[in-house]
């Protein structure tokens, strides 16, 4: 199975954000998995003073009081963010997975964390992506949305038409995070419903639809994309706060992976919104992207002129 940020004759990297600079790093992660990652973070972190083994949380979540579980689970997901934990803990993923298993009917925040635990997983057991399709039917949405993740994650392919009938739901993040996957993975066999993402009553829908149908080289999405390099639009559209120490803030996000997914297609057609980011936008991380991008679009149009000029000698 290929993470996310895997592809066929490519090395293998250790995040999204370590992608070539050119291509769409990331997409517009929806809010409800940036809450399930650091909710509650500050009121229990407080009552873990000292660094714990994968075994001691996981002892914690099968036996410990309703406190204590779900913290703990927290833990062991953000454990999973270091690669050295599968090699100090090789049997760590066996563990989670049926830990997972065993959290039917726990408290929700348990399942979603141990979810996002196993998506973080470089070797995971053969039955972790049977479990977490199981899980696609869970009736808790923050669930679904983190077992879609996680099956995003572990670049499980098979599991795509599974999470594109989720596009169905009635939950905008479910939705997001459906769209987002389905961008995620490679193949593109469901283009269609990225297509169909373009109309979602659900503006963050649109933008990851745009986005993702860039990621696969679709252009569908440029009216949408076009609109997430506009500032004033973008503002009066996004209501959420920032996450916490992020480099940036929610809006800047927006138009970042704007004109990311604008390089990765080189879009010509908006280089002069592009132009106008690199020079005066209000955000010095969006001028920077947008310059990189400009020289895409640039090199891009160079070289349309040249091979025009070519045919007409």
């Known amino acids: 199975m290929k993470k996310l940020h895997e592809h066929e004759n490519e090395p293998r990297v250790a995040h999204l954000s370590r992608a070539p600079a050119l291509a769409v790093q990331f997409f517009l992660i929806p809010l409800a998995v940036v809450g399930v ?96 399709v199981a899980a696609l039917g869970s ?20 599991a795509a038409t599974h999470i594109a009938s989720l596009y169905g739901s009635d939950d905008a993040g479910v939705r997001k995070m459906a769209i987002y996957a389905l961008g995620a993975l ?8 990225l297509r169909n993402g373009l109309d979602d009553p659900t503006v963050d829908v649109q933008w990851n639809a745009a986005v993702a149908l860039a990621r696969h080289g679709q252009n569908d999405g440029v009216s949408i994309l076009r609109r997430m390099l506009d500032r004033e639009y973008v503002e009066r559209m996004v209501t959420r706060s920032g996450a916490p120490n992020s480099g940036l803030d929610p809006v800047s ?61």
Do not use: C, K
């Open 186 to 193: 490679p193949g593109g066999g469901h283009i269609g419903t």
């Open 139 to 158: 009736a808790e949405t923050e669930t679904q949305i983190s077992v879609i993740w996680a099956l995003a994650s572990l670049g499980e392919i098979s």
């Open 253 to 313: 996000e927006v138009i970042v992976s704007g004109l990311q997914a604008v390089s990765a297609l080189r879009e010509v057609g908006l280089r002069e919104e592009v132009r106008g980011l690199s020079e005066a936008d209000s955000s010095l991380s969006v001028r920077d992207v947008a310059l990189r991008a400009l020289e895409v679009l640039q090199e891009t149009g160079s070289g349309s002129v040249e091979v025009n000029e070519g045919r007409t000698n």
């Open 37 to 132: 990652v650091v909710l509650f973070y500050g009121g229990f972190r407080m009552l873990i003073t000292t660094e714990r083994t994968p075994d001691e949380y996981l002892s914690d979540i099968q036996t410990g009081g309703r406190e204590r579980r779900w913290p703990a689970a927290y833990e062991l997901s953000r454990l999973l963010s270091d690669p050295n934990t599968e090699v100090d803990h090789p049997e760590v993923g066996s563990s989670i997975v049926r830990a997972f298993s065993n959290s039917i009917g726990d408290d929700p925040r348990v399942r979603q964390y141990l979810a996002l635990a196993i998506g973080r997983l470089n070797r995971p057991p053969a039955d972790a992506v049977s479990e977490l």
